[in-house]
């Protein structure tokens, strides 16, 4: 995955409000186990897998908006699934976050605490080239969580919850995630 930063005046000494907007895209290579079975050798439905089994290209968009220690971010992001070699190809799926953060800044680091709400969709899963039916659907979340930023390190953790979910009754609900993510900044 790689972004590119289209504006960023958040080292700018004119004005109150700051502003950046960040795009890329990236590669999902099918590192994971897609075939896995049961005990007796039977094939685990395809939501049960541990990968796709499939490469998937990812778009992304990132736009913050600041005034003094207060700021709001928006993120979005868009999945493009390939087809495996067992000819069954995940829906795309879409993903959008938006949220309030507040800037706590130390000599050594920078802490943003954050709350936020998550909306995900999944469009339905395809085999040999046929709809399945019972997949597809969306989900909403509630987020909290913290950015840690020390030089060009980041650091970020957050909780999401689900507040509303339409899945079909085939796919296991979404239930809570915990993420930690580190990243380096050129």
């Known amino acids: 995955m790689a972004n590119y930063t289209f504006f960023n005046t958040a080292d700018s000494t004119e004005g109150k409000w700051k502003h950046a907007l960040l795009g890329g895209a990236g590669v999902k ?44 971010n928006l993120d979005y992001v868009y999945r493009m699934n390939g087809q495996n070699e067992r000819s069954y ?48 659907g969306e989900v909403s979340l509630i987020n909290a969580g913290l950015d840690v930023y020390v030089d060009r390190f980041f650091l970020r953790t957050f909780v999401k919850m689900p507040i509303k979910q339409n899945l079909p009754l085939a796919q296991p609900d979404s239930d809570t995630r915990i993420n930690l993510g580190v990243a380096y900044t050129f």
């Open 29 to 72: 290579l099918p590192t994971g186990k897609y075939m896995a079975r049961d005990e007796r050798g039977v094939s685990l439905p395809a939501q049960f897998q541990m990968g796709t089994g499939a490469y998937a290209l990812i778009l992304h968009a990132n736009y913050t908006l600041r005034y003094g220690n207060l700021g709001v």
């Open 89 to 136: 190809q995940f829906g795309d799926q879409q993903a959008l976050s938006g949220g309030v953060f507040y800037t706590i800044s130390t000599p050594r680091a920078a802490f943003l605490p954050n709350l936020g709400i998550s909306y995900e969709h999944y469009e339905r899963d395809t085999e040999f080239g046929t709809i399945k039916e019972q997949t597809g």
